[in-house]
């Protein structure tokens, strides 16, 4: 049975970090794309980063040059490191895991998600 487990959200104010870690069982951890979206309320669920099986990073315009994407394939876990954090960032943030190791930013093409972890920015 395959769970992603998210942590490390939080209440955080306007240009402060804040870094995500998503832990991964029940899966062939290292070939899989991981990836992070997001969701505000009232809001479709969107992209923000992804890492591919060999580590290619992919990252949504809105949070390039800010936040950072990586992976841990020992320990089975994928951590998003986010700077410079303003209140549009506000939202939950999911884990989600893809069986064809891309790393994409269609939330279509995850096979599995986690529960979430909140995010709140205030200016």
């Known amino acids: 049975q395959v769970q992603l487990v998210e942590s490390g959200g939080g209440l955080v104010q306007a240009g402060d970090s804040l870094r995500l870690s998503c832990a991964a069982s029940?899966?062939?951890?290292?070939?899989?794309?991981m990836g992070w979206f997001r969701q505000a309320p009232g809001k479709e669920r969107e992209f923000v980063a992804a890492?591919?099986?060999?580590?290619?990073?992919n990252y949504a315009d809105s949070v390039k040059g800010r936040f950072t994407i990586s992976r841990d394939n020992a320990k089975k876990t994928v951590d998003l490191q986010m700077r410079r954090l303003t209140p549009e960032d506000t939202a939950v943030y999911l884990c989600?895991?893809?069986?064809?190791?891309?790393?994409?930013?269609?939330?279509?093409?995850?096979?599995?998600w986690g529960q979430g972890t909140q995010v709140t920015v205030s200016s």
């Open positions: 989600a895991a893809q069986t064809s190791g891309l790393g994409t930013s269609n939330k279509w093409g995850y096979n599995y």
């Open positions: 029940g899966l062939t951890f290292s070939s899989y794309g």
């Open positions: 890492i591919s099986w060999i580590s290619g990073t």
